[in-house]
């Protein structure tokens, strides 16, 4: 029996990195393929007392049906720390909840991407954004990438020649590069749209996770330096990679009519994000715990990720390019024999007890097959130091 599959599902195929978890059975596998943030540093205990104080001061609100924008206390509590970091004038009313910053992705793709309709994306790009918004008919377009983040001559030059629907960056710490956009270029993304007059989709799920030194502010908070920039701007952001991803919260900054459309789209999807998830997160963050958590996080990611860059280079030398990364959870490196291919290293990998990710899914064109990603988040530093030498018996 065939059944009569809308014709859009021909877009997409499914996750090659969910497809990748199929293959870790094994007993004993290291994996650097999740991009997930590691369990055992999760504030329960601070999680703990903000549900029991949901529950307990607001209990009608915290298991009711609510707004399908956000709750309020947490819409307000978010305000709060985009404005502490640098965003000015933002109002609580300027944002909607929504169910981790996955879903804000699919309300722009829902709001913004019809069938034939250009969307400039990084490349390489997170991979969900590719399908999300192919799955909507969009036509893709990469803009190169270096170890500053996307090349802006460039990806001017792509806007006059595409007149995309929207432009789609991940400026701070991307998945998978791990690039950062330097200051310099994030001044000339939001001069480029205004100069333009197109939509600029900032995701930034990753910004808050830096090692020696904060990163240049996001397109967000930068806004403000450029007049104009703030009605061509989305800035997506999350707290599953800096709190905990169980709890599905996300927030999407946009300008007013788009605001509004995906907030109609999201009645549709969800009615509204949990609100016992969203009264717990507004808890927590009005308790002050996470600056102290996100202390926590920085030192222990910082650690990995000296400790994988030190293996790499111990371990595999020059049969693998890549550049130290400033914060977020990845490495992306390229091997550099001629004519190699990751995905098959990554089969023998497996055959050697470690995993990671192939770098061509997260092209949207012209894949380079030498390149991967690994994620030094759930590891600690022993595992890491055998994973890699593991990777080096693959080679």
């Given amino acids: 029996m065939s059944l009569p599959f809308a014709s859009r599902l021909g877009n997409v195929e499914t996750s090659a990195i969910r497809e990748l978890f199929k293959l870790l059975g094994k007993p004993g596998i290291i994996s650097f393929a999740g991009g997930f943030p590691d369990s055992a540093m999760f504030d329960v205990e601070g999680l ?10 607001e209990p009608g609100a915290a298991l009711q049906y609510g707004a399908t924008e956000g709750y309020d206390p947490l819409r307000q509590q978010l305000a709060a720390f985009e404005q502490a970091k640098g965003v000015q004038g933002l109002q609580p009313h300027e944002l909607i909840v929504t169910t981790g910053s996955q879903q804000a992705l699919d309300l722009l793709g829902k709001t913004m991407a019809g069938p034939g309709d250009k969307v400039i994306v990084e490349g390489p790009t997170f991979l969900a954004t590719i399908q999300c918004f192919r799955l909507y008919g969009a036509e893709l377009v990469s803009a190169p990438v270096d170890a500053e983040g996307v090349d802006v001559e460039r990806l001017e030059q792509l806007v006059v020649e595409h007149k995309p629907k929207f432009i789609y960056l991940i400026p701070t710490f991307g998945n998978p590069s791990g690039a950062l956009l330097s200051l310099e270029r994030r001044r000339r993304v939001l001069e480029l749209a205004v100069r333009h007059q197109v939509l600029v989709v900032e995701d930034d799920p990753y910004g808050d996770l830096w090692f020696d030194r904060a990163p240049p502010p996001s397109l967000l908070a930068l806004s ?9 701007l989305v800035h997506c952001g999350s707290l599953s990679k800096v709190l905990a991803p169980g709890l599905r919260l996300g927030w999407l900054v946009a300008p007013p009519e788009l605001l509004a459309k995906a907030t109609m789209c999201k009645q549709f999807s969800d009615a509204h994000t949990s609100t016992f998830a969203q009264a717990t997160a507004a808890q927590y963050l009005r308790a002050g715990r996470m600056p102290a958590t996100l202390a926590h996080v920085r030192e222990v990611y910082a650690q990995r990720a000296q400790a994988m860059g030190a293996a790499l280079q111990r371990e595999l030398g020059d049969a693998v390019a890549f550049t130290q990364p400033q914060g977020g959870l990845f490495f992306w490196a390229r091997l550099t024999a001629p004519g190699a291919d990751a995905a098959a290293f990554a089969k023998r990998a497996i055959e050697q007890g470690v ?17 991967l990603r690994l994620s030094f988040a759930t ?6 130091e055998e994973g890699v030498a593991r990777l080096a018996q693959a080679l």
Avoid: C, M
Avoid at 355 to 371: C, E, H, I, L, N
Avoid at 379 to 384: G, L, N, Q, S, Y
């Fill in 224 to 232: 403000h330096t450029v007049p104009g920039s703030r009605d061509w």
């Fill in 355 to 371: 995993a990671f990710v192939p770098g061509a899914p997260f092209y949207a064109r012209d894949p380079d097959p030498a390149t």
């Fill in 48 to 57: 703990r007392e903000a549900s029991a104080a949901a529950l307990a001061q």
């Fill in 379 to 384: 590891a600690d530093v022993a595992k890491i």
